[in-house]
C-alpha cells in the first residue's frame, strides 16, 4: 500500500510538490518495479485541512497487510512551544501551527495501528529529522523508536530546510529519489535495499551540495528488498567483464615463468588500465563510475580496501564510495571532511612522487580530526615495511585546467595491502598511475553529468516557455477588451503587428486590415499630441481610433514595453478599452 500526500499551496503553488507526489506513485505502479495496484495506491494533492492529510493516511495503513509506504511532499513547520514538527497543508497559518497543520504524531500513530510487517516512510519537507524526535524531549524520540519494522527516511536534518531547485520539475530529495528508481544501480544486485536507497542519495545529493538526507531504521528493515534494480544484470548476461573476472585472468598470466618479473608486472598494469576503462565506458552516472574506480583498486592493485573522496562544488570533500568493508562503507559513505583538514593530511608524512604516506608514528594526531577515517591501533611493526593498521597511503587526483596548473578533484585512499607491507617502488608508481587515469574517468564524468543537468533544466525551461507562450496567446485572444502588439522602433514605428478579436470588434475591421496601420494612422488628428505623450512615458491617453465607416470611437490606452532578449524595448503592448465621449462626461 502506497499513500503518497503533497501539499504544495504553502510553498507558493511550487509544481514540483505535485509532480514529485504523481511521479512517484507512477513509478511504483511499473510492472518492472513494484508492479502496485491502482487500489493500492493512493495519492492526496493539497489536502486543505489537517483531516484531509491524516485521514487518508489513517485509511491507508489500516488496509496494508504485508508493507505500507507513507510518502509526504510539502512544507514542514515547526511548532514553537514543543519543537515538534507539523505537516502543512492549505491552510495552515505559520502563527498558529498546533492547530492548522498536522503533528507528525498523528502519522506515527496511525503507522503504529497498521498491520502491515514493514513501514516505510518519506518525509520531504524542512526540518523532517524532527520526525524522529526532538533531541530535547527524549520521551518523543523513544516514542518513534517504539513502531517496530520501521524505515523512516528524512530529506534534511532537523534544523535544516529542504529544497525545490529553481528550473527542476521535482525537489531536491525526491529527484534525486525517483533517479535512482528509474536508472538502478550498475553492478547491484538484483533488488536495491533501502540501506542502499540511502547511501547512494546522501551521496548524490551531497555532491551536488544539497542537505544530506538522514535515516531512522528499526528491526534491520534496511537490509530488506524495497525496489526491483532497473540495471540489473545476472551473471551470465553481463554487458562488461566484472572485476572478479579480470582478477581471476590476471592472477593466472602473472605466474607465467617465462618473462621476469618486471614484465609481468607491467603486463599487469596494463591490463589493469584497461580493464579500468572498460568498467567506467558504460557507467549510467558519476556515482557508478567512482564505484568502479574503488573496485578497481582492490580488484588490481593488492588493497583489501579502498576509499574515494571528492572534491564537491563548496570545496569539501565527501567520501562518495568505498570498496572492501561493508562495515566501514555504512560508517563513512557520505560523510564529508572539511578542505583545510585534508590539505593539512596531504602536506603531512612522507611525498611518494604524487603520492602522500602518513606512518603511523607520525599520523596519531589524526584521529581526533574531523575527516573521516577507519583506521584502528595496532601492534608494533615487527620488520621496516611492514604495514601498520593506523599508516595511512593517499593518492589525489588531479585535473588539468592550464598550463601548469593542477586542480585536486579528489582523493584515493586505500588500506589493508595482502602482502602485509608498504608498497614498494612497483606498487607506488601502479597507484600513482591508476589514479591519474581514474582522475580523467572523474573529470569526464562529471562533464558528463553536468551536461545532462544542463540539458534537463533546458528542457525544462523550454517547456515552460512553450506553456508561457501558451497562456499568453490565450490570454491575449481572449481578452474581453481590446490587445494589440505594435513595434516601438523600425521603419513604422507604431505598426501594429498583432491583434485580437476585441479591438477587430471594436474598431469593425478584420485583423490583417487593423495590422495594416500605425497607431498615429488610426489615431484623430487631433488626438496626437496625446498619443506621443503616451509613448514619451505617459501610462495612459484618451484618444479616438478610427472605424471603419469612417467614424471614431473614443477609448483609453495603456502601453506597456515589451524587452527584447537585449533588454532594449522593440515593441509595446497595447491595451485598448471603449470609453464614453469625455466632453460628454465633463458636462
Given at each position: 500500500m502506497l499513500i503518497g500526500v503533497g501539499s504544495y499551496e504553502t510553498l507558493d503553488g511550487l509544481p514540483a510538490v505535485m509532480h514529485s507526489v504523481e511521479t512517484l506513485g507512477g513509478l511504483f505502479a511499473q510492472p518492472n518495479l513494484w508492479g502496485l495496484p491502482d487500489d493500492n495506491c493512493r495519492v492526496v494533492l493539497n489536502p486543505r485541512t489537517p483531516r484531509q492529510l491524516s485521514k487518508p493516511v489513517s485509511e491507508a495503513a489500516l488496509e496494508a497487510k504485508d508493507a505500507l509506504v507513507v510518502y509526504y511532499a510539502g512544507h514542514g513547520l515547526i511548532e514553537p512551544r514543543t519543537g515538534e514538527l507539523h505537516l502543512a497543508v492549505g491552510d495552515s497559518d505559520r502563527t498558529s501551527v498546533h492547530d492548522t497543520a498536522v503533528p507528525y504524531e498523528w502519522i506515527r500513530f496511525a503507522i503504529e495501528q497498521s498491520p502491515a510487517a514493514r513501514k516505510i516512510v518519506v518525509v520531504d519537507c524542512c526540518y523532517s529529522a524532527r520526525?524522529?524526535?526532538?533531541?530535547?524531549?527524549?520521551?518523543?524520540?523513544?516514542?518513534?523508536?517504539?513502531?517496530?519494522?520501521?524505515?523512516?527516511?528524512?530529506?534534511?536534518?532537523?534544523?535544516?530546510?529542504?529544497?525545490?531547485?529553481?528550473?527542476?520539475?521535482?525537489?531536491?530529495?525526491?529527484?534525486?529519489?525517483?533517479?535512482?528508481?528509474?536508472?538502478?544501480?550498475?553492478?547491484?544486485?538484483?533488488?536495491?535495499?533501502?540501506?542502499?536507497?540511502?547511501?547512494?542519495?546522501?551521496?548524490?545529493?551531497?555532491?551536488?551540495?544539497?542537505?544530506?538526507?538522514?535515516?531512522?531504521?528499526?528491526?534491520?528493515?534496511?537490509?530488506?528488498?524495497?525496489?526491483?534494480?532497473?540495471?540489473?544484470?545476472?551473471?551470465?548476461?553481463?554487458?562488461?567483464?566484472?572485476?572478479?573476472?579480470?582478477?581471476?585472468?590476471?592472477?593466472?598470466?602473472?605466474?607465467s615463468e617465462t618473462e621476469a618479473e618486471p614484465y609481468v608486472r607491467l603486463a599487469t598494469l596494463r591490463s589493469l588500465l584497461g580493464q579500468l576503462i572498460q568498467q567506467i565506458t558504460p557507467a549510467q552516472s558519476l556515482a557508478d563510475t567512482l564505484q568502479a574506480v574503488t573496485d578497481g583498486v582492490v580488484a588490481g592493485l593488492g588493497y583489501?580496501?579502498?576509499?574515494?573522496?571528492?572534491?564537491?562544488?563548496?570545496?569539501?570533500?565527501?567520501?562518495?564510495?568505498?570498496?572492501?568493508?561493508?562495515?566501514?562503507?555504512?560508517?563513512?559513505?557520505?560523510?564529508?571532511?572539511?578542505?583545510?583538514?585534508?590539505?593539512?593530511r596531504l602536506s603531512m608524512g612522507e611525498s611518494w612522487g604524487d603520492l602522500c604516506f602518513i606512518p603511523y608514528s607520525e599520523g596519531w594526531d589524526l584521529h581526533t580530526d574531523d575527516v573521516p577515517h577507519w583506521h584502528t591501533e595496532g601492534f608494533e611493526p615487527r620488520f621496516s615495511d611492514e604495514w601498520h593498521p593506523a599508516d595511512r597511503l593517499f593518492a589525489p587526483m588531479y585535473s588539468v585546467s592550464g598550463i601548469g596548473q593542477r586542480d585536486l578533484i579528489g582523493v584515493l585512499s586505500v588500506d589493508r595491502p595482502r602482502n602485509g607491507r608498504r608498497p614498494g617502488a612497483w606498487g607506488r608508481e601502479a597507484l600513482q598511475m591508476y589514479a591519474a587515469?581514474?582522475?580523467?574517468?572523474?573529470?569526464?564524468?562529471?562533464?558528463?553529468?553536468?551536461?545532462?543537468?544542463?540539458?534537463?533544466?533546458?528542457?525544462?525551461?523550454?517547456?515552460?516557455?512553450?506553456?508561457?507562450?501558451?497562456?499568453?496567446?490565450?490570454?491575449?485572444?481572449?481578452?474581453?477588451?481590446?490587445?494589440?502588439?505594435?513595434?516601438?522602433?523600425?521603419?513604422?514605428?507604431?505598426?501594429?503587428?498583432?491583434?485580437?478579436?476585441?479591438?477587430?470588434?471594436?474598431?469593425?475591421?478584420?485583423?490583417?486590415?487593423?495590422?495594416?496601420?500605425?497607431?498615429?494612422?488610426?489615431?484623430?488628428?487631433?488626438?496626437?499630441?496625446?498619443?506621443?505623450?503616451?509613448?514619451?512615458?505617459?501610462?495612459?491617453?484618451?484618444?479616438?481610433?478610427?472605424?471603419?465607416?469612417?467614424?471614431?470611437?473614443?477609448?483609453?490606452?495603456?502601453?506597456?514595453?515589451?524587452?527584447?532578449?537585449?533588454?532594449?524595448?522593440?515593441?509595446?503592448?497595447?491595451?485598448?478599452?471603449?470609453?464614453?465621449?469625455?466632453?460628454?462626461?465633463?458636462?
Open positions: 520526525a524522529f524526535g526532538v533531541q530535547s524531549a527524549q520521551d518523543s524520540a523513544s516514542a518513534v523508536l517504539e513502531v517496530e519494522g520501521t524505515y523512516l527516511l528524512a530529506a534534511s536534518a532537523e534544523n535544516a530546510v529542504a529544497i525545490a531547485p529553481p528550473g527542476e520539475p521535482y525537489t531536491a530529495f525526491t529527484g534525486e529519489l525517483i533517479s535512482l528508481i528509474s536508472n538502478g544501480v550498475l553492478g547491484g544486485s538484483e533488488f536495491l535495499d533501502l540501506d542502499t536507497v540511502y547511501t547512494k542519495l546522501r551521496v548524490n545529493l551531497s555532491m551536488k551540495g544539497r542537505p544530506e538526507p538522514h535515516r531512522l531504521c528499526r528491526n534491520s528493515l534496511g537490509s530488506a528488498p524495497f525496489v526491483r534494480n532497473v540495471a540489473y544484470e545476472p551473471a551470465q548476461a553481463a554487458s562488461r567483464p566484472s572485476w572478479s573476472a579480470w582478477t581471476a585472468r590476471q592472477s593466472a598470466s602473472s605466474t583489501d580496501l579502498a576509499a574515494l573522496n571528492l572534491v564537491r562544488p563548496d570545496g569539501d570533500l565527501l567520501v562518495a564510495a568505498v570498496t572492501g568493508d561493508p562495515g566501514v562503507e555504512h560508517q563513512i559513505t557520505g560523510r564529508v571532511g572539511p578542505r583545510g583538514s585534508w590539505e593539512r587515469h581514474a582522475a580523467v574517468a572523474i573529470a569526464n564524468a562529471q562533464l558528463k553529468a553536468s551536461i545532462t543537468r544542463g540539458m534537463s533544466r533546458l528542457s525544462s525551461e523550454r517547456e515552460a516557455l512553450r506553456a508561457s507562450e501558451a497562456s499568453f496567446r490565450e490570454a491575449f485572444e481572449y481578452a474581453p477588451s481590446g490587445v494589440a502588439v505594435a513595434e516601438l522602433t523600425g521603419d513604422q514605428p507604431g505598426r501594429i503587428v498583432r491583434t485580437n478579436s476585441a479591438l477587430c470588434r471594436l474598431l469593425g475591421r478584420s485583423a490583417e486590415e487593423v495590422c495594416s496601420y500605425t497607431f498615429s494612422q488610426l489615431v484623430h488628428p487631433d488626438d496626437w499630441p496625446r498619443l506621443l505623450a503616451t509613448t514619451a512615458g505617459e501610462s495612459s491617453a484618451e484618444v479616438r481610433l478610427a472605424c471603419w465607416n469612417s467614424r471614431y470611437v473614443w477609448v483609453s490606452l495603456r502601453s506597456t514595453v515589451i524587452p527584447n532578449v537585449a533588454s532594449e524595448g522593440d515593441h509595446f503592448l497595447v491595451h485598448v478599452y471603449g470609453i464614453e465621449n469625455p466632453r460628454r462626461r465633463a458636462s
